[in-house]
């Protein structure tokens, strides 16, 4: 079986870090062109130059565009004007208390979570559908359909993915263009890391190991009972994107370790 994205161009929001990054590399392995949008400068050609440092003939091109808002993703829409394949990962995520956040926080993670990918998918599934294909992709979690209850507004915009895929799927039937979500669960990722830095510096234990115990405490369910490397997630997303995926669309394909105790979805 081979993946091959060969002459396709790829979106991948926040992609200078965790699962962007590794979609992102797998993506050019396939032979994609991938554009690597991140909001610092720095931060996106350091992204280019660890995908390189692997593949040097990987094909790669770099935006730097604020997706969380409108002239952000204008941005990137004018130096990208045209995609074969959209990754929406942009996300953020924390872990406060329902009661101590503010509407404004709810606000950006909305923003952040959610209409950065429906701004870019209203506009690259144009002209993907009169081209008849195209792949969108939204990395939503498993968060989204098993709220933490420490995690409320995330979990919240996660499932707001899942709905936009799903209806977005529907609306761009027998037009060669497929919309999925995948749901990742913990994912040894830096922003995981930072997530459990304090409590990794109050146990002793590294930042892998800090990861795992998280999972087995926080998400006890799990079946691999262990963070999934961002590798394990990046695979599933490259093949949603690539051409063997065609009779894959409207789907919730979980990549979570086994969390979500379901025998659907």
């Known amino acids: 079986m081979k993946l091959d994205l060969t002459d396709k161009i790829a979106v991948v929001s926040g992609s200078t870090s965790g699962i962007g990054l590794g979609i992102a590399d797998g993506l050019t392995q396939a032979g994609a062109t991938v554009v690597v949008v991140g909001r610092q400068e720095n931060s996106v050609a350091t992204a280019i130059a660890s995908i390189k440092a692997k593949n040097q003939a990987a094909l790669l091109r770099g935006v730097v565009a604020d997706l969380s ?70 990395v939503s979690s498993e968060s989204g359909v098993a709220i933490p209850g420490d995690m409320i507004n995330y979990g919240v915009t996660k499932a707001a993915n899942l709905a936009v895929s799903h209806g977005l799927a529907k609306r761009l039937a027998g037009t060669g263009v497929t919309v999925n979500a995948i749901l990742p669960g913990p994912t040894f990722t830096d922003g995981l890391k930072t997530m459990l830095a304090e409590a990794a510096e109050k146990s002793g234990r590294n930042a892998r190991e800090q990861a795992d115990e998280f999972v087995r405490s926080a998400r006890p369910s799990s079946i691999i009972q262990r963070a999934a490397d961002v590798e394990e997630v990046a695979n599933l997303a490259v093949y949603l994107a690539s051409p063997l995926s065609s009779a894959t669309t409207g789907a919730a394909l979980r990549v979570d370790g086994g969390v979500v105790d379901t025998l659907a979805m």
């Open 69 to 138: 808002t409108e002239q952000g993703v204008a941005a990137l829409i004018a130096a990208v004007p045209v995609a074969d394949v959209l990754v929406n990962n942009l996300g953020i995520f924390n872990d406060k208390d329902f009661f101590t956040v503010p509407d404004d926080e709810w606000m950006h993670f909305y923003n952040v979570n959610v209409l950065s990918g429906v701004r870019l998918a209203r506009h690259y599934a144009t002209a993907m559908a009169e081209q008849g294909w195209g792949r969108i992709i939204f």
